[in-house]
């Protein structure tokens, strides 16, 4: 199960890594941006079937003087039930920011380079980060004449891919960071993304939720290891069964980690369907040698 899993997950998101970055040269379809999906998908990228909220949500103000309310209702009905159904599955699987960094770091680990290692205090640094980011991307496009599209580092990364020459910018100084960054901690980008932390505050309404049996956990510390965002209440919930967090990507790296039968599950309107077992951890262990 645990190799299936993980070809399913990577699956997906090369699916929806070319459906977003080659959708219209591959396919011919352009859907109407008012369907834009809470991810981060480049806004100039006109090859893409499918676009993300990113640009619309960070110039705000400008969106807001020359759309219709009917058109703004429903972009926010759109997104609200998008992330009630999918939650951060949307990081997890759909995202293509997200596939390009776990094809970094799968990168790294073919050159067999080492992943930093990231203690409390450096994933504080992070949260740092993640709110001068979210300040910087919201407060743009509402207060400012400033938008973070000059500084994104997906506009220097994802129109290229698809053939779109852009010229100089500062959104090519951060799109190098980007990749040194992502190559060396996994899913940096998604430890400071302003849309996925949007998506997360509504992570009590989701469908989607993270479940631990603690009973069964022997806090081994193995789901903390694993997991890219450094969630810590995985490992040290005692009381609660629900650890679901705003920051949780549904990426179920904790769960393949787990050696604990039941310890920890991936539930969808509460019903549990994928588990950690015994079985998972010792394919994982194969998976990784």
């Known amino acids: 199960m645990n190799r299936l899993a993980s070809k399913f997950r990577w699956f997906v998101m090369a699916i929806f890594f070319v459906f977003f970055t080659f959708g219209v040269h591959i396919f011919g379809l352009k859907v109407p941006s008012k369907f834009a999906l809470p991810i981060f998908s480049c806004p100039i990228n006109y090859e893409t079937s499918y676009g993300g909220s990113c640009f619309t949500l960070c110039h705000l103000k400008k969106w807001v003087s020359a759309t219709t309310t009917a058109d703004i209702v429903f972009f926010i009905v759109f997104t609200f039930i998008t992330i009630l159904i999918l939650g951060r599955l949307l990081c997890g699987y759909i995202c293509p920011v997200g596939f390009i960094q ?26 740092i980060m993640k709110w001068a980011t979210i300040i910087i991307f919201f407060a743009g496009g509402i207060f400012w004449e400033f938008s973070f599209c000059s500084i994104c580092p997906i506009l220097a990364i994802s129109p290229p891919l698809a053939g779109i020459k852009i010229v100089f910018s500062l959104s090519i100084v951060f799109a190098i960071l980007f990749i040194v960054l992502s190559f060396f901690k996994r899913r940096f980008w998604c430890n400071i993304c302003p849309i996925g932390y949007m998506i997360g505050v509504f992570h009590k309404l989701s469908f989607t939720s993270l479940k631990k049996d603690c009973q069964a956990c022997t806090e081994c510390g193995a789901c903390y290891e694993a997991c890219p965002m450094g969630i810590k209440i995985i490992l040290t919930e005692r009381e609660k069964d629900d650890v679901t967090t705003n920051d949780c990507l549904m990426c179920m790296e904790c769960i393949n980690k787990c050696p604990e039968k039941d310890a920890l599950s991936l539930a969808y309107f509460e019903k549990k369907i994928y588990k950690a077992s015994r079985k998972n951890f010792f394919e994982n262990q194969d998976i990784n040698e």
């Open 102 to 127: 776990d094809v970094l770091d799968k990168f790294r680990q073919f050159l067999k380079f080492d992943q930093i290692k990231f203690s409390e205090k450096r994933y504080k640094i992070l949260n």
